[in-house]
């Protein structure tokens, strides 16, 4: 089933926040493949992190990723009014495949 | 540029099939698996399966187990998605997106722009 997130976070700009990622030892706890999406209305997903907390070219560093046991974390360090949109994680998952968080409303006040 | 392009949107009834196709272009198409992620109205990104084009070899999600069929064509670099006996709990963005040269990479950079199906009697 689904990966657990926080409904939503919110803080004014330049304020950090994290979201957590919550799985099991099926998931997030037994491989460091976890991804981080940030998704705008209308748009497709575009990645933030990768392997648990590679950045890939590109993305602001501001954005971080980590992890411990089965909780995988996305850290935005100083948040910007374009930050506002919806963050999904997805991890590897036995049996060959992958599974996405609730995901998380990211609100910038 | 790795460009990846989905066919346009369907509307289909209740018990039908529809197949949406995405189409490589700008890397070796043979090099990445390709996988299908779908997002219902409101609602969040739900992943439904992979497929490595080298050799066809498929995995599914268990919820989309015996609906959902990958195919490719490596002469057109194209992926196809077929999901059969729709419901109106199908209507949905599908996505492809590129994923890495092995099942369990989790760098997908480049994702398709969307198709939306629509189930309705």
């Known amino acids: 089933s689904a990966l657990t997130q926080p409904r939503s976070v919110s803080g004014p700009p330049g304020q950090s926040v994290t979201i957590s990622c919550t799985g099991t030892?099926?998931?997030?706890?037994?491989?460091?493949?976890v991804s981080w999406y940030q998704q705008h209305p209308g748009k497709a997903p575009k990645v933030l992190i990768y392997?648990?907390?590679k950045r890939p070219s590109g993305v602001p560093d501001r954005f971080s990723g980590s992890k411990s046991g089965s909780t995988a974390s996305l850290t935005i360090s100083g948040l910007q009014p374009e930050d506002e949109a919806d963050y999904y994680c997805?991890?590897?998952?036995?049996?060959?495949?992958?599974?996405f968080g609730t995901g998380t409303k990211v609100t910038v006040l | 540029q790795v460009q990846l392009v989905q066919s346009g949107a369907e509307m289909k009834k209740p018990g039908a099939s529809v197949t949406v196709s995405c189409t490589a272009s700008?890397?070796?198409?043979?090099?990445?698996?390709i996988h299908w992620v779908r997002q219902a109205p409101g609602q969040g990104l739900e992943w439904m399966g992979m497929?490595?084009?080298?050799?066809?070899?498929?995995n599914y999600a268990q919820m989309f187990q015996g609906r959902v069929t990958l195919t490719r064509d490596k002469s057109t670099k194209t992926v196809y998605m077929e999901l059969s006996s729709l419901r109106s709990a199908d209507t949905a963005v599908y996505y492809c997106?590129?994923?890495?040269?092995?099942?369990?990479?989790?760098?997908?950079?480049?994702w398709g722009q969307g198709t939306l199906v629509t189930v309705s009697s």
């Open positions: 997106a590129r994923g890495h040269y092995y099942d369990s990479g989790s760098l997908w950079a480049y």
């Open positions: 700008g890397y070796t198409f043979t090099s990445y698996y």
């Open positions: 497929i490595n084009p080298i050799g066809g070899d498929t």
């Open positions: 030892n099926s998931d997030v706890g037994n491989y460091n493949y």
């Open positions: 392997d648990v907390s």
């Open positions: 997805c991890s590897y998952a036995a049996t060959k495949r992958f599974v």
